[in-house]
């Protein structure tokens, strides 16, 4: 069982002060999303750190919805990380990160994503993993595009992407094998309550 996610990296000719400040400021993710999906972010807990919780304000295809991220890595001016919640439960879901690295020409930038569920390593789980991968690896290489954009230096170079969640959010997780347990324990509870519901109605 392996947890699905993605990463991209690539450097950017900018000091590493400038790139935190600016990745480090939710209110400024609208500009840095490469979903296009952020609308407006509020920080709700008091200033930005460790267990910090912002509010994001959503638009997916026409659909709105908030969701409410809570920090969960907070090393300045190196890592940040915050996983995504629900307002009536912050920090429950996918855990985005960003790191900093100082490199020749600049900054490596690394954007990565962890998502709260696993899969069989065996084909054809292993091709739906890395369709996932490919996808959200689509939307992180504008991410970094953008920050070179509003830093106002080159477009980013050495650009890389590994179809793996990186180590430093997926350790955040359970393990894979409890968290596929789990999900198996769940999936058997949802069927069984259906199973039931479907013979009440038929008697």
Do not use: C
């Not at 990160?97 to 054809?124: D, I, K, Q, R």
């Not at 590994?162 to 359970?174: F, H, I, K, N």
Request: glycine share 8%; aromatic share 8%; hydrophobic share 50%.
């Amino acid at each position: 069982m392996q947890y699905v996610g993605a990463s991209v990296g690539g450097v950017i000719d900018a000091p590493m002060q400038a790139i935190w400040d600016l990745i480090s400021n939710p209110v400024r993710h609208p500009e840095l999303a490469g979903s296009g999906e952020v609308q407006s972010v509020e920080v709700v807990s008091g200033p930005m750190g460790l267990d910090a919780i912002f509010q994001s304000r959503q638009n997916m295809r026409g659909i709105e919805y908030t969701t409410a991220n809570r920090v969960v890595i907070w090393q300045p001016p190196y890592n940040i990380a915050w996983r995504i919640g629900f307002p009536f439960a912050p920090g429950v879901a996918q855990i985005w990160m960003f790191t900093l690295t100082p490199a020749f020409g600049g900054t490596l930038v690394e954007n990565g994503v962890v998502l709260p569920f696993v899969v069989p390593s065996v084909f054809p789980f292993s091709m739906i993993r890395k369709q996932i991968a490919r996808r959200l690896i689509a939307v992180m290489y504008p991410t970094i595009s953008n920050i070179s954009q509003l830093l106002g230096v080159a477009a980013p170079t050495q650009l890389t992407a590994a179809y793996d969640p990186p180590s430093m959010v997926s350790v955040l997780l359970p393990s894979p094998l409890i968290q596929g347990a789990a999900m198996a324990g769940g999936l058997a509870t949802l069927l069984l309550a259906m199973k039931k519901k479907s013979r009440a109605r038929a008697a």
